[in-house]
């Protein structure tokens, strides 16, 4: 997976750190001995950081020095945070099979999940994943658990679709609750609407979220103008301002919450192939990449635009497939660390209801990318950490 391997010898170690380039890789250093763990790590320096582990031990220095144990250095050179963080997790993933998690510090993201397999359907945060092909849907990632809480609760308020986590068996007898008493839930646990009623809330619901809020200003935006025509100024006031509520309801929703298994997206980033940039694919929360898409024109491709060569790249490029849900988390962890650091470098393009790519826009943001603009800062949420943590050979 690395594409660089050096055989280190003691006696050559000028040599061989004047062959390391002066740039930002994912590397592993293996040992003499075969059954012995690798040192897996990630820099923005490598030939400093190979030099720091693997010259001549300073007197008395407490510092971690590999140069008496490491036979083989392997590396990658990358061109940004990103491909780094994404690489080595791979890397980690593939040799560390039951402990990379913890090496990583991996976060699951937290998700809106619509329980629709629920015979009443109802919403909650969760950071796990169902099975491919179920019916609850998913929607993400949040920044955190609290963002995430606080626009669904938020969001509900415009609905009445039940809030309670028990599976019901709905009784006439059963009081009902404080929402039932508030007139916010159908209460379909004592029988308070019909079963086709509750359905036809929860297809709202739903809208509500795949079309991020749209469908009901859409329809409160309607209903409002139709009140004015017929000089229900009451009812056009009351309803206005319900609108004015919902405005900052959709102002908590961050552009890159997705629902999961229609998300579509393109991530750009720089790339250490010359004159180009680097594309990763976004699929149904899993990233696969990096595709360097060389920003001038090869001779062969002359005549074409540079949205034809972009269309063109992404045909050719694969699409992720994802070993499992747990997989597909993991990926999710990575994107929301990138997605909501306060600067963050490198764009993500997301595609519409159709899934279509925005492709002017896809355009320009390559330029940015290869001139090096900062034109994406992050959402103002925390960065955390990414796993640059080692694990010694």
């Known amino acids: 997976m690395l594409e660089t391997r050096l055989e280190f010898a003691p006696d050559r170690d000028r040599e061989i750190f004047s062959a390391i380039p002066v740039a930002p890789a994912v590397f592993c250093l293996r040992s003499h ?30 510092r971690l020095n590999l140069r008496d144990r490491v036979a083989v250095i392997e590396y990658s050179l990358t061109g940004s945070d990103f491909e780094s963080g994404f690489l080595l997790y791979r890397i980690l993933r593939e040799a560390f099979p039951r402990t990379y998690e913890q090496r990583l510090h991996l976060r699951f993201a937290p998700l809106v999940k619509l ?45 009445k679709m039940r809030r309670c986590v028990e599976d019901l068996h709905p009784d006439p007898a059963f009081p009902g609750c404080v929402y ?100 990763f694919r976004l699929d149904s929360g899993t990233i696969a990449g990096p595709l360097a898409f060389p920003v001038s024109s090869p001779e062969h491709a002359k005549s074409q635009s540079m949205e034809a060569r972009i269309h063109e790249a992404l045909r050719q490029f694969p699409a992720p497939n994802p070993r499992s849900a747990a997989e597909r988390m993991e990926h999710l962890a990575i994107l929301k660390r990138w997605c909501y650091r306060g600067t963050r470098k490198g764009e993500i393009f997301s595609a519409n209801s159709k899934g279509e790519l925005p492709m002017r826009h896809i355009v320009r943001g390559v330029g940015r990318v290869f001139k090096g603009e900062n034109a994406s800062p992050g959402s103002g949420a925390v960065a955390e950490p990414l796993g640059d943590g080692p694990t010694r050979p």
């Open 180 to 279: 039932s008493e508030m007139k916010m839930c159908l209460a379909p646990c004592f029988k308070g609407c019909t079963d086709d009623e509750y359905r036809k809330e929860v297809i709202r619901v739903e809208d509500f979220m795949n079309t991020r809020g749209e469908s009901l200003k859409r329809m409160i935006s309607q209903d409002r103008d139709r009140a004015s025509e017929e000089l229900a100024f009451e009812e056009a006031a009351a309803l206005h301002a319900r609108l004015e509520k919902l405005t900052p309801v959709l102002q908590q929703l961050p552009e890159e919450v997705q629902r999961i298994d229609c998300m579509q997206a393109l991530i750009i980033q720089s790339s250490t192939v010359p004159e180009s940039v680097a594309f």
């Open 33 to 62: 001995d075969s059954a012995a763990e690798p040192y897996v790590s990630k820099t923005a320096n490598l030939r400093r950081r190979i030099e720091r582990l693997l010259s001549v031990p300073e007197e008395r220095s407490k």
């Open 115 to 159: 329980h629709l397999d629920n015979e009443y359907p109802r919403a909650s945060i969760t950071t796990r994943l169902g099975r491919t092909g179920g019916k609850n849907i998913y929607y993400g990632p949040f920044p955190s658990r609290t963002a995430a809480e606080k626009f669904m609760n938020d969001a509900l308020d415009f609905f």
